[in-house]
Structures are given as C-alpha cells and as structure tokens.
C-alpha cells in the first residue's frame, strides 16, 4: 500500500464518519469527540468507566477527554460518582437522558460499517481485522515510545 493512498484512506475514513455523525452531534449541540466518548460510555459491550479507561480507548489525552466529559455532564448525558476504595477515581455513566442519543449514534456506527465493508467478502474482512489489529498495536508501541 503507497504511503499517500494509506494517509487519504485515513483522512476520507475520518471525513465520511463525520458527516454521518454530524446531523446527531447538531442536534445535540456537541462535537463529535463528546459523542464519541458517550457512545464508549453507553455501549453496554464496552466496559470503561472511568476516564483513564476511555482516554486509552479513545486515544484521547486525559485533559482533551475532560473537557468533553465536563460538557456531556453540563448537558445532562454523563454522571459522576466517587470509585469506592479509590478516592482518585471517578465512575463516569451516562444517564437516562443520554440513552436515545447512544442508540441513535451506535446505530449510525453499525450502517458506517455496513457501507464501508460493502464489496468484501467475510474472509477478506477477517484478513482485514487481522491486519488492523496489528497496525493498530503498532501505532500504539510507537506512541508509547514516543511519550517517554
């Protein structure tokens, strides 16, 4: 795969989500990221929690993650509650209000990736998986390396 086709991918990947994204995210008077990061948190398959937890999903910074986090709480879609035995964590639901939203945005997650895996067959997207996986684990090593 050409360096350039690899980086358009990614750049038209980003894009077409988006703009599904974007009629929800209007709606809802937040960005995409604050959607996002609701989605981790009410995807019953996903159990993430706490920020720390969702930064590393996400691969969001923990101060990017805060600030998303402080919206959906204003808003009323997040909650906060104390982590017992661990004064330094806070348990991050979302709230009753939040739940329509969730549904309505991992549904427009499941048809993205309906429509962008049309044309593949189930073992081409297997080998697919597989190599996302390792790309992402390598994405991931590098940018450990690179913080130290």
């Known amino acids: ?25 209007t709606e809802m008077n ?5 959607l996002d990061v609701l989605m981790i948190l009410g995807d019953e398959g ?19 993650l805060s600030v998303h986090v402080n919206r ?4 009323g879609y997040v909650r906060r509650s104390p982590v017992p035995g661990d004064r330094r964590k806070v348990h991050l639901e979302c ?3 939040a739940k329509p939203w969730v549904e309505r945005g991992l549904a427009i ?3 993205f990736f309906i429509d962008i895996n049309q ?3 189930p073992e081409e997207l297997a080998v697919l998986r597989h190599c996302l996986v390792v790309m992402h684990e390598n994405t991931s090593r590098m ?6």
Do not use: H
């Open 1 to 25: 795969m050409q360096e350039s086709f690899a980086f358009a991918l990614s750049r038209s990947f980003t894009e077409a989500y988006a703009l599904r994204c974007k009629p929800i995210c």
């Open 72 to 75: 959906l709480v204003t808003q």
């Open 109 to 111: 997650q499941r048809q």
């Open 143 to 148: 940018l450990r390396e690179e913080s130290k």
């Open 95 to 97: 709230t009753e209000a």
């Open 46 to 64: 996903i159990d993430l929690c706490t920020a720390t937890e969702i930064s590393q999903e996400a691969c969001l910074k923990e101060n990017i």
């Open 119 to 121: 044309g593949l067959t």
């Open 30 to 34: 937040i960005p995409q990221m604050a």
